[in-house]
């Protein structure tokens, strides 16, 4: 289900594979965002209601790709922002990333993840692959 945000700069190619969602970057493009929709639970009978503390990416990057921060949003709500340092980028595996909310959210108009990209290289193409994303729901 993810998708390049339509203010993405700098986005040569967006398209789904197999194993992936893949977008490339051009030299020196981004910033580009993707955004990692997942499917949401509330009851509507009250009671205990589930809530997030940890999310997964599955991600890999080539050349000088780099995935620098997510935003997480609660519905059309923003939430917080983590920034990574170094920001995450690797060379042609598929690396797992937890990623910790710092407290626990209740998500109950849809957790959404938007990733922050950008291709730092002035010379090459990058990509982000996003292979799979994911979230821990507690009761």
Known sequence: MAKAHRLSVGVSFEGDYTDCHSLQLNPSGGPAYINCPYVSYDSKKGGIQPMVRYTGLQYQTSNAAEIYRVNVYNGATFVKSIDFDPPLKNTGIYTLQVIDLGGWYRFNRGLSLCFNTRN???VFVGAV???????????
């Not at 692959?129 to 009761?139: N, P, V």
């Open 129 to 139: 692959y996003i292979g799979g994303y994911g979230a821990r729901y507690e009761w």
């Open 120 to 122: 730092p290289s002035p």
